[in-house]
C-alpha cells in the first residue's frame, strides 16, 4: 500500500476549509438560526481546568510538542491546561484513561500514529478506537531522520546502502520500541533496500539515541527532535529526512525520496481526541481553539525549533485520516510479524 503523504493531505484539508468558509458565509446569510445556542454552548466551556493527557513519558518528543499547545490553549481557553504524562504500552494506557473518562471535554489525549499501530500490534487493547473516541483535530508531524554511527563509512543514503548490503546480518538498528513508528520506518527502509541488519528494540528513543551515538549500534530513523543535538555535535550522520520537502532545519540533507525511495513520507504525526459521547459543540470549540493555536507565530516557531510541522484539520477530516491510517499500518506490521501480546 503506498505512503499516505502529509503533503497530499495538506491540500485535501486546504480544499476543505474553501469549501467551509463558502458553506459558512451561506449560512451566515441565511439567517444563521443555530448561532444563538451554539454561541451559549461554547460560552459554558470550559468553566474549569482540563486535562491533556499525553500517554508518553515527560521529557519525550510527543510531550514537547504537546506542552508547547497546552500552554497556547490554556491562555486562549482562559484556563489551565494540565499535561497528564502516563506512559506505558505503546501509549495504550493513557488511551485507555480517557476511553474511560466522562464526555464532558474536560480530559483529552494527546494521541500519536501509535494509537493506529495498536489494533494491528496487540491481540487485544482496552479500548476500541473507532467506538470510544471524537477525533478533535490533527496538530502537528515530527519527520523521521535515517541517521548512522560516524563510523559507518557512508555519507548518503546511496553509499548506505551500498555498505549495508555488502555486509549482511553485520549491522543492527535501533528503535523506541517494537511496533514503535521509528521501528517500523526503518523496517519499510531496510525492506525496500534489500538490507538484512538487526533490529534492536529500546524503551524509548532516548536509551536508542544514547546507544547509537555510542556506537552500540549502528543505524536508525528516529524523530528529527530527539536526534537534532546528536547531529550538531557531530555523533551522529543524518543521511536523509522522511518528510515530503528537505527540512528547513536541515536544508542541506535531502529526503528519501529524493535519495532513491519515491514516494516514501513516514512521520510521527499528533493529534487531540476526547472520549466517544463528548458534546458536539465542545468539540467544535477544542477544533477552532487548536486550529487557532497552531497558526499563531509563536506556537509555529516553537513547534519548528523542535523539528515539528503544525498540521489542523476539522474533526472530520482527522476521523477519515485516522481510518486511512489504520489500514496503512496493519499491512505493514503484517510484514513485519511483530506482536507485542
Known amino acids: 500500500m503506498p505512503p499516505t503523504t502529509f503533503a497530499s493531505l495538506r491540500s485535501a ?20 438560526l443555530a448561532a444563538p445556542a451554539a454561541a451559549v454552548a461554547q ?15 515527560p521529557g519525550g518528543p510527543t510531550d514537547l510538542v504537546a506542552r508547547v499547545l497546552a500552554q497556547k490553549l490554556g491562555e486562549q481557553l482562559g484556563q489551565n491546561v494540565l499535561v497528564d504524562n502516563r506512559g506505558g504500552a505503546n ?11 466522562p464526555a464532558d471535554g474536560y480530559t483529552l489525549l494527546y494521541n500519536t500514529s501509535s494509537i493506529t499501530l495498536s489494533p494491528a500490534l496487540y491481540k487485544s487493547v482496552p479500548y476500541d478506537l473507532q467506538r470510544d473516541f471524537a477525533p478533535v483535530a490533527l496538530t502537528a508531524v515530527v519527520p523521521l531522520a535515517l541517521v548512522t554511527h560516524p563510523s559507518v563509512p557512508a555519507n548518503n543514503v546511496k553509499e548506505f546502502v551500498a555498505y549495508a ?17 521509528t521501528h517500523l520506518g526503518a523496517f519499510q527502509f531496510v525492506q525496500a ?16 539515541d544514547v546507544d547509537l551515538a555510542g556506537g552500540q549500534i549502528q543505524f536508525m530513523t528516529d524523530t528529527v527532535n530527539s536526534v537534532m543535538s546528536f547531529v550538531r555535535d557531530k555523533r551522529m550522520k543524518m543521511l536523509a529526512v522522511t518528510s ?13 525520496a529524493e535519495s532513491g525511495m519515491p514516494g516514501f513520507e513516514v512521520g510521527a504525526w499528533q493529534g487531540v481526541m476526547v472520549p466517544a459521547g463528548t458534546p458536539a459543540a465542545v468539540v467544535d470549540r477544542l477544533n477552532a481553539e487548536i486550529v487557532k493555536a497552531l497558526k499563531s507565530p509563536d506556537v509555529r516557531d516553537r513547534l519548528a525549533l523542535q523539528g515539528a510541522e503544525p498540521l489542523g484539520s476539522t474533526p472530520q ?16 506490521v503484517k510484514a513485519t510479524g511483530i506482536t507485542l501480546d
Open 165 to 181: 548490503r555488502a555486509h549482511p546480518q553485520k549491522l543492527s538498528y535501533g528503535s523506541a520500541g517494537n511496533g514503535n513508528v
Open 91 to 101: 501509549g495504550n494506557i493513557g488511551a485507555q484513561l480517557v476511553a474511560k473518562a
Open 43 to 57: 460560552g459554558a466551556y470550559p468553566s474549569k481546568p482540563i486535562t491533556l493527557v499525553v500517554p508518553f513519558p
Open 317 to 332: 477530516e482527522y476521523a477519515a485520516y485516522v481510518k486511512k491510517e489504520s489500514a496503512r499500518w496493519a499491512t505493514v
Open 244 to 256: 515530503a520537502k528537505r527540512m528547513s532545519l536541515f536544508p542541506d540533507v535531502p529526503t528519501l
Open 13 to 32: 484539508l486546504s480544499t476543505r476549509r474553501r469549501a467551509c468558509a463558502i458553506a459558512a458565509a451561506l449560512a451566515v446569510a441565511a439567517g444563521g
Open 193 to 208: 533496500n534489500g538490507i538484512e541488519a538487526t533490529h534492536i528494540p529500546y524503551k524509548g528513543s532516548a536509551p536508542a
